[in-house]
C-alpha cells in the first residue's frame, strides 16, 4: 500500500510537465506565425496617437509635461509701452542710484541692458525675455515706488495695522536709492492717468495676484507687486485696454515666477486647454497666482508635470528660475521657496 502511494505521487507530477511543455511549444508556434515582419510597423500615426491619447482616461492624460517655450517664449514678449525718458528721471530724482543698480549686473551679460534703461532719453518698446526679466523688475519697482498714485496714499499699504507703508519689502528692501525708499514713495509724477486710466489701474490691480504671498497688486508690499503697479499704470498711461493689460500682466508674472506658471499650464492643458487659450484674467487671479489659490492648483498636478518654487521679494542681480526676495540670487541653478521678507 505503501509502494502504491509513492507510484501515484510519481506519476501525477510527470503528466503535469507532459501538458506544460505542450502549451509552450504551441505558444511559440503561434508566435513564430504571427510575429510582425520588419516592414509591418508597430508605430501607430501620430493622427491616431492624438486619436487614441484623447481618449485616455483624465488620470492618464494628466501626466502630460508643458514645455517651457510654451510659457515663455525664448525671443520674449513685447511689452506695448514706450519707456522714453523714464529711466533718466528716475536717475536724476535718485530713485535709483545708477552706480547701485549697475553693479548689480557688471560682469554680466545683462550690463547692458540695464545702462540702456537708465541713460536713454528715448527707450522705445520693452521686450521682456527670461534672461532680462531681473533688470525689467527692478526697474518697474522703482517706477511703481516712485510714482505719485493713490493707490499708495489711500490703499493697504497705509493701513496703520501694519506700522507705516514703509515696513514692507517693497519699500525697506528698496535698497539701491539715494536716500531712504520712503524719500521717494509715491512723491513723482512721472507718469500721469486721466480718471478714467485710474480707474482701470484700481480695477485691474486688485484682480492680478502673484504665488509669493495672497495679496493683489492692489496692495504692493512685495517686488513683484510695486514692479506690476508700475507696470499696470504705463499700459494705462498709453491706452492699453483691459484685456491687453491682463495679457501683458500674464505673460511678466510667467517670467518672474517660471515654475508657478508652467504649473499652471500643466493644469489647464489637462482640462484640454492650451496655454495660448487661457483666459489671462481668470489665470491672474486669486485661484491660481495667489499662494493659496496656486497651491491648490499644484496639489491637483502630478508630480510628473509639477514644478516648485516660489519667488520673494528684493532687489534682483541675474536671471533665476523663480525671481527671489531677497537681495541677490546669482543663478538658475535653484528653484527655492522664499516669502516675502527683506
Not at 525689467?136 to 522703482?142: D, S
Not at 535698497?175 to 531712504?180: E, P, R
Not at 492643458?269 to 492648483?297: M, P, R
Not at 528660475?321 to 543663478?331: I, M, R
Amino acid at each position: 500500500m505503501s509502494l502504491e502511494k509513492n507510484t501515484e505521487r510519481v506519476e501525477l507530477p510527470a503528466l503535469t510537465s507532459i501538458v506544460l511543455t505542450l502549451i509552450v511549444i504551441a505558444g511559440l508556434a503561434w508566435y513564430a506565425v504571427n510575429e510582425p515582419s520588419p516592414r509591418q510597423s508597430v508605430l501607430l500615426p501620430r493622427e491616431e496617437l492624438s486619436s487614441q491619447f484623447s481618449m485616455l482616461p483624465r488620470s492618464h492624460a494628466s501626466s502630460v509635461t508643458v514645455s517651457d517655450e510654451e510659457v515663455l517664449p525664448a525671443e520674449g514678449v513685447r511689452i506695448p509701452v514706450k519707456l522714453r525718458n523714464l529711466g533718466p528721471q528716475l536717475v536724476e530724482k535718485g530713485v535709483i542710484d545708477e552706480e547701485k543698480f549697475l553693479a548689480l549686473y557688471e560682469g554680466t551679460p545683462l550690463l547692458g541692458e540695464a545702462k540702456k534703461l537708465l541713460e536713454s532719453s528715448d527707450y522705445g518698446e520693452l521686450v521682456m525675455t527670461q534672461e532680462n526679466s531681473p533688470v525689467v523688475l527692478n526697474f518697474l519697482w522703482a517706477l511703481g515706488l516712485a510714482n505719485k498714485n493713490p493707490i499708495l496714499e489711500e490703499g493697504e499699504m497705509m493701513n496703520p495695522a501694519y506700522g507705516g507703508a514703509g515696513n514692507f519689502a517693497s519699500t525697506g528692501g528698496w535698497t539701491i536709492s539715494k536716500g531712504d525708499a520712503m524719500q521717494h514713495y509715491s512723491k513723482y509724477a512721472l507718469v500721469s492717468l486721466t480718471p478714467n486710466q485710474q480707474e482701470l489701474v484700481d480695477k485691474v490691480s486688485s484682480g492680478i495676484y502673484r504665488p509669493c504671498c495672497n495679496n493683489s497688486t492692489h496692495f504692493p508690499d512685495c517686488n513683484h507687486g510695486m514692479a506690476m503697479l508700475g507696470l499696470l499704470q504705463l499700459l494705462a498711461s498709453q491706452g492699453a485696454s483691459e484685456e491687453e493689460v491682463y495679457q501683458v500682466a500674464l505673460a511678466v508674472n510667467s517670467y518672474w515666477f517660471p515654475d508657478t506658471y508652467i504649473t499652471i499650464a500643466a493644469y489647464k492643458q489637462d482640462q484640454g486647454i492650451e496655454w495660448k487659450d487661457v483666459d489671462a484674467k481668470e489665470v491672474l487671479g486669486v485661484d491660481y497666482s495667489s499662494a493659496t489659490g496656486f497651491a491648490n492648483i499644484a496639489s491637483k498636478v502630478t508630480a510628473a508635470t509639477r514644478n516648485f518654487g516660489g519667488g520673494g521679494c528684493g532687489v534682483e542681480q541675474a536671471p533665476r528660475q523663480q525671481s527671489g526676495c531677497g537681495v541677490g540670487g546669482q543663478t538658475r541653478t535653484a528653484r527655492p521657496q522664499s516669502g516675502c521678507g527683506v
